[in-house]
Structures are given as structure tokens and as C-alpha cells.
């Protein structure tokens, strides 16, 4: 506990990030759930007569809660509790009289409740931390209050700087909000090249925000660091699927999603455009993944629908070649860093090569991102990659017609034929 509240302490500071204080803050109310052994945690902001949720750990889907809501003082215990009416700790909410008629109480099905006000340094109120937890919670007492209003005492410090970092994330939200209202990002297609033959057996799905100052992969990494990672993607994946009845029968549409995207309700959208093999999913993930359950087994539905599985960025970290362990995907794609200088580069055409007979092994294909020149394609040839993706194949285009030609393609590599990754 001690070690976490001094990391917290060092990471408050000014200097540091938007994302590192609220990660550390889920961790502090991580805690404070687990020794009042209750469903969740949470933060709030107090704005005049609402309380603005910031920070929340735990099982909130339960309670229908998230970072952003506001819960009105009116109508809420914690009202009650700034008004000195309630104690900070109810054990059982539903048998307490003082709690009935709250609407809050009721809306959320609490059955036990413990929060305390946070103040600054200077004594100004600035919001409340407590828990919730849907059934009873009997061994609730006076030694919980204690250590919840600990904490409170501690978030006292560094109020200024949550209410900068607050106000940063809150524009970050409003920014990603305003996207997603304006329909999500615009979408181009770039090509997938068979080597050996020209054919463009399928174009990718590529996120592109004309308006916007940031690159996507900013944006996406932005949304994320606020809770909208998957609906942004999800938006994405969308606006890319509207192309499939435009795409010639023999062509894949790649769409990638975060594993959070791909588990949450990815499969009814993929299944749901009547096409789904005509649909290769490209896991984007560069943290830890292991043997997530949910996500294999989502791999294997997919699979089932007739819908394939590509992992990205293999060959540039452990953790793609993690991927590639677990989901034994049936396209890899080779990462540019690999492919960039391969045509002078022994260890790079080593790797590409080993990646080959890795695919082999497991039933895949290799797609090499990122070829820019002549040299680099002759290159992978060379190492018996059968597919390509990159500037010198076809650069990415807002119009499927046009990914899908092939007729800018090297004129050796063949006519610009069409086919499918297989």
C-alpha cells in the first residue's frame, strides 16, 4: 500500500503524462475496492450540483456507470452525505431508512454504499471517492470510513493536478466525442499484391482523419487513454465493411481491431454483412496478450464464418511473435521495419525468410508491409514471401474501384489480375 501511494505521488507531478496518473489511480481505487471488498470504486469531480465521474475500478457494468457521467446532488446519497445527513459508510443500503426515496439508490440497485469528500490542499471541496457494491455488506464499519477517508486525505495533495488532468482528458474526449459524431474516420484501401503474379487479392482498410491535426495513430492511441478506443475503431471497421458489395468477389477487405474491439461485439458485426469471408480480421495489439481466452475463442468463431485471422507488426517485437504463437493466424503481416533496407540488409532477409517457413508450418501467408523501391520487392521475392503491401504496389486511395485495379502495379509483376489471400 505504501509503495503504491508513493508512486502515485511521483506520477501526480506536473511533468507527468495524461494517461500515467489515471492508470495509477484505477490502481489506487483498486485497492481501496479490495479492502472494503465491494464492486467499485470511483472518483468524482464535483461541478456545481453534479458529480462528475472521473476515475472508476471494477465491475461498473453492473451499475451502468463509466468515466464522464454525472450523477445530480438532488437525487444522489453522496448529496447526503455533504449535507452531514448520512454517514460516509452504509452497510446495507435497501434496510436503511435514511437512504429511502433516493433515486440514485434505487437506479443503480446498490446494496451497500462508503464515500468521503476530497478537498485541496487549501480546505476547497473538490469531489467525493467511494464504492459501491450491489449486495449488503455487513462487515462494513467505522475502520473502512477510516481508511477510506485515508485516501481521500492523501488525493487531497495533488487535487490540482487531477483537475489539469481532468480538464486535458476531457478535451481529449470532447475532441475524439466530435469525431465519432461526425461519422468516424474516412477510410482508404490500400492494395495486397500476390508477388508472383500482380494480382491484388486484397486491399486494407485504413483510417484517415482529413480534418483532424493529429495522425490516426495518435487519435486511436488519444481514445484509448479515454475509454472510446473501441468505439473508434468500431466506427472505423464500419465504414469500412460499406465497401463490401462493391469488392470483387475474389478480394479481401482487411479491418483491424484492438483485442477490447475484437471481443466486444466484432463478430456480430462481421457475420452481420451476410460476407464474412470475404473479411480478414488483423489483431493490433502491441502489449501482453497471452493466452486471452476470449479472444481465441472469438478467432475461432470468425473462423467458423469463414473469416481469417491476420496478426501485424510481426518481426519487429516479442510480443508479435506472441501473437503469432497463440492465434496461429492465417495471414502474418511482416512488419516494415523489416522490410525497409532488406535488399541490403543479411539479418532482415534472415528474418523474412524464417517468418516463411514459420507461415509454412502453421498454414499462413506472409504480407510484407512497406515496400517502397524496386529493390526491396526483388528482395522479398527472393526470400519466398508470396504477398506485398507498400507505396511502390499502390498507395492508399479513398476509392475501392481504383485499390482493387492493380494497373500501377511494377509492369513484371504481371497484369493486376485479381485473387484472394488463401
Same mark, same amino acid.
Given at each position: ?68 457521467m454525472s450523477i445530480r446532488r438532488s437525487s444522489s446519497l453522496y448529496g ?16 436503511d431508512p435514511r437512504a429511502a426515496g433516493v433515486v440514485s439508490a434505487t ?91 500482380? /494480382?491484388?487479392?486484397?486491399?486494407? #482498410? !485504413?483510417? @484517415?482523419?482529413?480534418?483532424? +491535426?493529429? &495522425? ?116 502474418i503481416k511482416m512488419d516494415y521495419f523489416i522490410t525497409h533496407g532488406i535488399?541490403?540488409?543479411?539479418? /532482415?532477409?534472415?528474418?523474412?525468410? #524464417? !517468418?516463411? @517457413?514459420?507461415?509454412?508450418? +502453421?498454414? &499462413? ?58
Amino acid at each position: 500500500m505504501e509503495r503504491l501511494l508513493r508512486r502515485c505521488a511521483s506520477c501526480l507531478g506536473p511533468e507527468s503524462e495524461v494517461a500515467e496518473p489515471w492508470t495509477v489511480l484505477v490502481e489506487l481505487l483498486d485497492v481501496l475496492r479490495r479492502r472494503l471488498d465491494m464492486d467499485v470504486a470511483w472518483l468524482g469531480q464535483l461541478e456545481g450540483d453534479l458529480l462528475v465521474l472521473q476515475v472508476v475500478s471494477g465491475d461498473r457494468d453492473r451499475f451502468g456507470i463509466a468515466p464522464g457521467m454525472s450523477i445530480r446532488r438532488s437525487s444522489s446519497l453522496y448529496g447526503k452525505i455533504l449535507a452531514g445527513e448520512i454517514p460516509n459508510v452504509i452497510p446495507d443500503v435497501r434496510a436503511d431508512p435514511r437512504a429511502a426515496g433516493v433515486v440514485s439508490a434505487t437506479e443503480f440497485n446498490m446494496g451497500a454504499y462508503a464515500a468521503t469528500p476530497v478537498v485541496d490542499a487549501d480546505g476547497r471541496s473538490y469531489g467525493m471517492l467511494g464504492c459501491l457494491n450491489q449486495q449488503p455488506c455487513p462487515s462494513l464499519g467505522e475502520s473502512d470510513a477510516g481508511f477510506l477517508r485515508l485516501l481521500a486525505g492523501f488525493l487531497s495533495q495533488f487535487v490540482i493536478d487531477l483537475r489539469q488532468q481532468w480538464e486535458m482528458r476531457s478535451g481529449v474526449w470532447r475532441h475524439i466525442r466530435s469525431l465519432l459524431d461526425e461519422g468516424g474516420p474516412q477510410v482508404y484501401f490500400q492494395p495486397v499484391v500476390e508477388l508472383a503474379t500482380g /494480382r491484388v487479392v486484397g486491399v486494407e #482498410g !485504413l483510417s @484517415r482523419f482529413p480534418t483532424a +491535426i493529429q &495522425g490516426p495513430k495518435d487519435l486511436f492511441a488519444a481514445a484509448a487513454s479515454v475509454g472510446l478506443g473501441p468505439e473508434l475503431e468500431m466506427a472505423a471497421i464500419r465504414n469500412a465493411l460499406r465497401v463490401l458489395p462493391d469488392l470483387p468477389c475474389d478480394v479481401t477487405l482487411t479491418v483491424n481491431a484492438s483485442p477490447a474491439t475484437a471481443t466486444g461485439g466484432l463478430v456480430d458485426l462481421v457475420v452481420g454483412t451476410g460476407t464474412p469471408a470475404k473479411v480478414a480480421v488483423e489483431i493490433t495489439e502491441h502489449d501482453y496478450i497471452g493466452d486471452d481466452r476470449s479472444l481465441l475463442l472469438v478467432a475461432d468463431i470468425l473462423r467458423g464464418h469463414g473469416t481469417h485471422i491476420a496478426v501485424d507488426d510481426v518481426g519487429s517485437c516479442y510480443s508479435g511473435l506472441e501473437q503469432l504463437l497463440h492465434l496461429r493466424p492465417e495471414v502474418i503481416k511482416m512488419d516494415y521495419f523489416i522490410t525497409h533496407g532488406i535488399d541490403t540488409d543479411p539479418a /532482415r532477409r534472415a528474418v523474412a525468410a #524464417g !517468418l516463411t @517457413r514459420i507461415a509454412q508450418e +502453421i498454414g &499462413g501467408r506472409v504480407v510484407a508491409e512497406g515496400i517502397e523501391t524496386e529493390a526491396e520487392l526483388e528482395a522479398v521475392i527472393a526470400t519466398g514471401i508470396p504477398f506485398g503491401q507498400g507505396f511502390l504496389l499502390g498507395a492508399p486511395t479513398p476509392s475501392i474501384t481504383d485499390a482493387c485495379r492493380g494497373d500501377r502495379l511494377p509492369g513484371h509483376l504481371g497484369s493486376g489480375r485479381r485473387g484472394r489471400v488463401a
